[in-house]
């Protein structure tokens, strides 16, 4: 069977646990790249008996190390994967459609399945969404953004209610270290690009974002493990303006 014409690109450091698992559900694709920022565990050698091309190049932020990662590729279609994730066999099969037929879309925006507290959500669950397949020469990442850095596009994005899964947010221990470490990236980028803390934002932000996602998002069909977690994305939410007024006074 002839290979999907789609690069897929990883960025990856100290990925041992989990890289096997997404190099394994991508071997249906022409190339995969993976870019690794100077590993001391066995994620080099996992990703190469898995038939990656494995390049250092030293960590220089999400968005320059995803933008160069995706310089690498040779394909015109590429497909940006975070090594805890894994693809869906319904997922490929919507990706190799979206790249052979004829459209105007230069990307597809796809649905992402968390793994928490041993169980993936509800289906009722209206899962967040990931834009990972795209023309890269449509696709350009924010050099500026400390993290959840794009891309963006120029042209029409598609959307699937295809999704591939997570598993990056496992337990409650990794989702609040993530947390923590994601809210000081983007209260500095903030902070840089001279935005100020609302003190209504701070009053407001954590009793809005529960009911955002408890309610809205239903993560109330997930039963405590959905109140946990939307509980910890409100957490997620007040850190974020918290550290910014934390700059404001301290800088």
């Not at 693809?87 to 052979?100: A, C, G, N």
């Not at 903030?190 to 609302?198: D, E, I, L, Q, R």
Request: proline share 2%; charged share 25%; with cysteine.
């Amino acid at each position: 069977m002839e290979p999907i014409p789609i690069s897929v690109f990883i960025i990856a450091q100290d990925e041992e646990q989990h890289i096997g698992r997404v190099l394994d559900s991508c071997q249906s694709f022409a190339e995969i790249i993976v870019v690794d920022s100077g590993s001391n565990d066995k994620t080099i050698a996992i990703a190469k008996s898995k038939g990656a091309k494995v390049v250092h190049h030293d960590w220089q932020g999400y968005a320059k190390q995803k933008q160069y990662a995706m310089s690498l590729c040779q394909h015109d279609w590429v497909l940006n994967l975070d090594a805890d994730e894994e693809l869906t066999p319904e997922i490929i099969d919507e990706f190799k459609s979206f790249v052979t037929r004829q459209h105007d879309y230069v990307a597809l925006k796809c649905r992402r399945n968390d793994l928490f507290a041993g169980r993936f959500f509800s289906n009722l669950t209206r899962l967040p969404t990931n834009t990972r397949l795209f023309l890269k020469q449509h696709a350009k990442y924010r050099l500026q953004d400390n993290v959840h850095e794009g891309p963006d596009f120029d042209q029409k994005v598609a959307h699937t209610k295809r999704y591939f899964n997570h598993y990056g947010y496992s337990n409650i221990a990794q989702l609040t270290e993530k947390y923590n470490q994601y809210s000081s990236l983007k209260a500095i980028e903030k902070f840089n690009k001279g935005k100020k803390a609302s003190v209504l934002k701070l009053l407001l932000i954590y009793p809005l974002e529960f009911i955002r996602n408890y309610l809205i998002y239903r993560y109330c069909f997930s039963g405590l493990r959905g109140f946990i977690f939307s509980h910890l994305s409100a957490y997620y939410a007040l850190l974020k303006e918290a550290k910014l007024y934390e700059l404001s006074k301290t800088s």
